[in-house]
Structure formats: structure tokens, C-alpha cells
């Protein structure tokens, strides 16, 4: 059981990546996934998310909101997160969580990050 993150490297501002987190051992349907990112010396923030099945719901936190763009792909049991417009503050470890709870337990994955790099 795991998740693989990639898609991840040096761009320059104003570029775009396209992340991909891909599942396997498990079935991604039944998950809600989470884009975190880390960047040096700072705390683990939330990104962006979508729920689980066919993916309704989306979140985006105010510093991406309107330049990412997250999606499920469940025949290949991958999330994307689309980056455009990139930032040097966008600059971080980008990782994905899965997670549900089912029947009172709850199950949660985490992949081992992508290196995201914005500069000129």
C-alpha cells in the first residue's frame, strides 16, 4: 500500500507543473485526498483537496486558490494537482495524503513528497 507523488521540479515564476499522485495497493475511489507542501523551516500546510468518489467537493487555500487546480482520476487511481502561475513562494515539498474512516477506523496514507522548485 502506498502512494507515489511526482510530476515535481525547477520551474521558472509564471511556469505551471502538473503533479500526480498515484495509489496503489488501494482502491483511491474511496478516499478523500489532501495536497500538502512543506517548505524549508516552515510548518506543513493544506493545499488543496477534493472527496472521495467522484470528487464534488474541492478546497484550495487562499494562497493557490485560482492558480491550482485539483482533480481525480479514478480509473487510473490518481489525483492531479494542476500548478499554474507559480510562485517563488510556491516553493516547497509537495505531498499527498489519502484519507477515509470506515466503520469508526480511519485509514490514512501519505506518499513521500515531490520537490517543487520556483526560480528565475
Known amino acids: 500500500v502506498q502512494l507515489v507523488e511526482s510530476g515535481g521540479g525547477l520551474v521558472q515564476p509564471g511556469g505551471s507543473l502538473r503533479l500526480a499522485c498515484v495509489a496503489s495497493?488501494?482502491?483511491?475511489?474511496?478516499?478523500?485526498i489532501t495536497w500538502f507542501r512543506q517548505a524549508p523551516g516552515k510548518e506543513r500546510e493544506g493545499v488543496s483537496c477534493?472527496?472521495?468518489?467522484?470528487?464534488?467537493?474541492?478546497y484550495y487555500s487562499d494562497s493557490v486558490k485560482g492558480r491550482f487546480t485539483i482533480s481525480r482520476d479514478n480509473a487510473k487511481n490518481t489525483v492531479y494537482l494542476q500548478m499554474n502561475s507559480l510562485k517563488s513562494e510556491d516553493t516547497a515539498v509537495y505531498y499527498c495524503?489519502?484519507?477515509?474512516?470506515?466503520?469508526?477506523?480511519?485509514?490514512?496514507?501519505w506518499g513521500q513528497g515531490t520537490q517543487v522548485t520556483v526560480s528565475s
Open positions: 477534493i472527496s472521495r468518489n467522484d470528487g464534488t467537493n474541492t
Open positions: 495497493g488501494f482502491n483511491i475511489d474511496y478516499y478523500d
Open positions: 495524503h489519502a484519507d477515509q474512516i470506515d466503520e469508526g477506523v480511519r485509514y490514512d496514507y
